[in-house]
């Protein structure tokens, strides 16, 4: 039910904004404005080494796994 | 002449509106096709994985050491991460990575026979090697990679496939990615440190399917959602054995013996589907700061349905030096055939004792400094020292732990205290860019 009204609301939006009744979204950020996004603190994965053994850890320990941006590898973690 | 003067009119206005008609009908078909794309755009845009997917990665050298301690486990060993760009668009990534680890999961070491249990040797030590190579090739504002890795230990070989692209649009505010994953494992029995002779090699193949969609919503603020399936499945099973599980664990059921219960072998399906979606966002302080939090959802076909939450913090305290304190909490329900003591031998189809399929939940800090060296090192741009310590504690709701059980005794079978499991995970690294 939520995602259809979700689709809808997106092909209502598309639709108003191709017909010209809203304006087309322009990149909001400008290139000169990201300085703060560019910093390292702002990475999700600043230190892929790192990131990559604490991931494998986790999948270890937990049943879950997945979608926290690893790439996933067979660790014989079974 | 007169006469037909007005149906001349009449065919010339029929023939201005069947033009009109038609423009009007080409009109709507671009005003809906320009619809349709733009719709498309947006509703793409919803979905992600990199910032900055255009942009090759640094180039750097990692040196990793790292320890973990917990559950009488202790696993350690080096990590060596090189990453170089060739010409402009093309990146080459090597790691190599060990685990040796000194002992046995509890599920596992006191699942074995009685005999390993009085006489302790149920303890090992073993050493698993991984390799990976990755290129990354990029072309306009597309990325396109390729990795291998594999991963070998003395019971346990598997080889991964990926692949993976990604494309940034909307004046680089917005990186769409797809990376699809395949995979193929040797499952292996050992006997005394030693490959079971009587054990056929199992096969298992791996599936895993990504889709990531990366957004700059504000100059301080960026969304990373992740949606990833997978799908293991066991390719030339036998009777009662599945590539899934563990061969050495085993579940424990009551009997009539004189300790109340026995042993017998884990029975797992053939296949293991999982579904994950995750949402991450980082922000940037008004001072060079930054605050991140990241909640996932996780279900599979077995009946684990898990999910999580990170509440990170990043900040520069001195010149030079890079303070992060991090709070997460993990909970899980338990595998529909799971179970720490089945009521007697072959209660159902599947049988598990595995812990990481228990009903249980976890909370872990973490704290970690990057300190930035002041003195240039020749041929290196810039260069880290790093020291991450993060402790987790984990509560299961339905293991036992029966280690206590067996030292203390005094215990119905069953009733054994539950099981809780404290470690500690420290990562030092030494990282180089050039």
């Known amino acids: ?78 | 002449m007169r006469v037909k003067a007005p149906v001349v009119q009449m065919a010339v206005q029929e023939a201005v509106v069947v033009v009109i008609n038609q423009l009007k009908k080409i009109k709507l078909v671009y005003v809906g096709m320009r619809a349709a794309v733009i719709g498309a755009a947006i509703f793409i845009s919803i979905g992600i994985v990199s910032v900055n997917a255009t942009v090759l990665p640094d180039e750097r050298v990692d040196l990793l050491g790292h320890v973990y301690d917990g559950g009488g486990i202790q696993v350690s060993g080096p990590s060596v991460l090189v990453r170089k760009n060739i010409g402009g668009v093309v990146s080459v990534s090597g790691h190599y990575y060990v685990d040796m680890v000194s002992s046995a999961s509890i599920d596992v070491q006191y699942s074995k026979s009685a005999q390993d249990l009085i006489s302790g040797a149920s303890k090992y030590s073993e050493e698993r090697l991984e390799k990976n190579i990755s290129v990354e090739y990029i072309h306009d504002r597309s990325t396109f990679n390729l990795g291998y890795t594999t991963s070998e230990e003395n019971d346990y070989n598997s080889k991964t496939y990926n692949f993976g692209v990604s494309q940034s649009f909307f004046g680089d505010l917005t990186t769409l990615s797809f990376g699809l994953g395949f995979g193929q494992d040797l499952v292996g029995k050992n006997q005394n440190g030693k490959p079971d002779p009587a054990f056929r090699v199992l096969e298992k193949d791996r599936r895993k399917y990504t889709l990531g969609l990366s957004q700059i919503i504000t100059k301080n603020l960026i969304a990373d959602l992740s949606i990833d399936a997978g799908s293991d499945h066991c390719t030339n099973p036998l009777e009662n054995d599945s590539c899934l599980n563990n061969p050495q664990r085993q579940v424990r059921y009551v009997s009539n013996s004189a300790k109340g219960f026995d042993w017998q072998a884990e029975k797992y399906p053939l296949t293991h589907n999982t579904d994950a979606i995750g949402l991450r966002a980082i922000y940037h302080l008004p001072y060079r700061a930054s605050i991140r939090a990241d909640i996932r959802r996780f279900t599979d076909n077995w009946g684990v349905e898990a999910k999580n939450a990170e509440l990170r913090y990043t900040q520069e305290v001195y010149k030079d030096v890079l303070v992060e304190v991090k709070y997460r909490v993990y909970s899980q329900t338990a595998a529909d055939f799971y179970s720490d003591l089945f009521p007697y031998r072959d209660a159902q189809d599947f049988l598990a004792r595995d812990k990481e399929l228990s009903q249980f939940s976890s909370q872990s800090i973490g704290l970690g400094v990057t300190y930035k060296m002041p003195w240039a090192i020749p041929g290196f741009d810039k260069s880290t020292a790093n020291f991450y310590w993060d402790h987790m504690k984990i509560d299961y709701d339905n293991f036992h732990d029966f280690n206590n059980f067996m030292k203390e005794g005094g215990f119905e079978e069953g009733d054994e205290n539950l099981y809780s499991l404290d470690a500690d995970v420290i990562r030092f690294y030494l990282s180089f860019w050039f």
Not at chain 1, 16 to 39: F, H, T
Request: hydrophobic share 30%.
């Open chain 1, 1 to 78: 039910m939520n995602l259809k009204r979700i689709s809808f609301s997106l092909l209502l939006l598309g639709t108003l904004s191709g017909c010209g009744y809203i304006k087309p979204i322009k990149p909001w950020v400008k290139p000169y404005e990201r300085q703060n996004i560019a910093d390292p603190i702002m990475s999700f994965s600043r230190d892929p080494i790192s990131d990559s053994y604490l991931s494998h850890v986790r999948d270890a320990r937990e049943g879950a796994s997945g979608a926290d941006g690893g790439a996933g590898g067979g660790c014989g973690c079974n």
